[in-house]
């Protein structure tokens, strides 16, 4: 059975951003256990944490998964490693950056994978695209849908299609 209500976030700002979070997105449409449901806009944005690299290309994706979580995560990571990803500095300049943002209702707390995603109110340059696709979706415990935590986001840094 498909779990629904799969939330990923894409980010890329090395090479051709574009074509990187194109081939990842079609990875994942090809995956037997995953069907593509829905993907917002490409949203330019300013790097975090680091600032001295190239702006992101960010955007959000809904899927439905036969995956479990981990297993959905290490299909992520094996992405991430096809399309030359490298984590050599945290948040450091990437080719392609692919986070679970939230898999329906459930809370994962592990060593490995921590979901709802912790930082997503905190983080314009995910909740831009997300409000766009899925504005009335509610992650665990936030008490707010995804528009109401794009709305009231003290990050103010530019996001722009």
Same mark, same amino acid.
């Given at each position: 059975?498909?779990?629904?209500?799969?939330?990923?976030?894409? =980010?890329?700002?090395? =090479?051709?951003?574009?074509?990187?979070?194109?081939?990842?997105?079609?990875?994942?449409?090809?995956?037997?256990?995953?069907?593509?449901?829905? #993907?917002?806009?490409?949203?330019?944005?300013?790097?975090?944490?680091?600032?001295? #690299?190239?702006? *992101?290309?960010?955007?959000?994706?809904?899927?439905? +998964?036969?995956?479990?979580? #981990?297993?959905?995560?290490? +299909?992520?990571?094996?992405?991430?490693?096809?399309? =030359?990803?490298?984590?050599?500095?945290?948040?450091?300049?990437?080719?392609?950056?692919?986070?679970?943002?939230?898999?329906?209702?459930?809370?994962?707390? +592990?060593?490995?994978?921590?979901?709802?995603?912790?930082?997503?109110?905190?983080?314009? *340059?995910?909740?831009?695209?997300?409000?766009?696709?899925?504005?009335? *979706?509610?992650?665990?415990?936030? =008490?707010? +849908?995804?528009?109401?935590?794009?709305?009231?986001?003290?990050?103010?840094?530019?996001? #722009?299609?």
């Amino acid at each position: 059975m498909f779990c629904e209500n799969v939330f990923i976030g894409l =980010g890329a700002n090395l =090479g051709d951003r574009e074509h990187h979070l194109r081939l990842a997105r079609e990875k994942l449409r090809s995956h037997p256990e995953i069907a593509l449901r829905q #993907q917002s806009s490409l949203y330019r944005t300013a790097p975090v944490g680091l600032l001295d #690299q190239p702006e *992101f290309l960010n955007q959000v994706i809904e899927i439905a +998964t036969r995956l479990t979580p #981990q297993a959905l995560l290490h +299909t992520l990571l094996q992405i991430e490693r096809e399309l =030359g990803r490298v984590r050599d500095k945290k948040w450091g300049p990437r080719t392609i950056d692919l986070d679970i943002l939230a898999f329906d209702q459930r809370r994962i707390n +592990t060593a490995e994978l921590v979901v709802p995603h912790p930082e997503i109110r905190h983080r314009r *340059f995910v909740l831009a695209p997300w409000a766009e696709i899925a504005p009335d *979706f509610r992650p665990p415990e936030s =008490g707010q +849908t995804v528009a109401e935590l794009f709305a009231s986001c003290d990050d103010k840094s530019a996001v #722009q299609v």
